[in-house]
């Protein structure tokens, strides 16, 4: 299984990270050790959305289709807010 995930820093401003793995839990502990990509360096993240495929493929298209995709992106980060705030 594939998973696309999108990330939010735990900062005063902030910021989203989207990629995709086969471990998700692996992959958020690199990321929040600095042994990450390279732009989550230097930053703690919190997860807040994942999608599931079985194809490397599937999952690499969805990741490219939600990073290009500025209105989606917003909708899942406003959505993640609204739910962390009840």
């Not at 902030?14 to 930053?43: C, D, E, M, Q, W």
Request: charged content about 30%; aromatic content about 14%.
């Amino acid at each position: 299984m594939f998973y696309v995930y999108m990330l939010k820093s735990k900062s005063i401003k902030p910021i989203t990270y989207v990629g995709y793995t086969n471990n998700l839990k692996k992959r958020i502990i690199l990321h929040n050790s600095g042994k990450g990509a390279k732009f989550t360096k230097g930053r703690k993240w919190v997860l807040i959305y994942k999608e599931k495929f079985k194809s490397k493929n599937k999952a690499i298209s969805r990741e490219y289709y939600i990073k290009k995709n500025r209105t989606l992106r917003n909708k899942i980060k406003n959505e993640y807010i609204n739910i962390a705030s009840l």
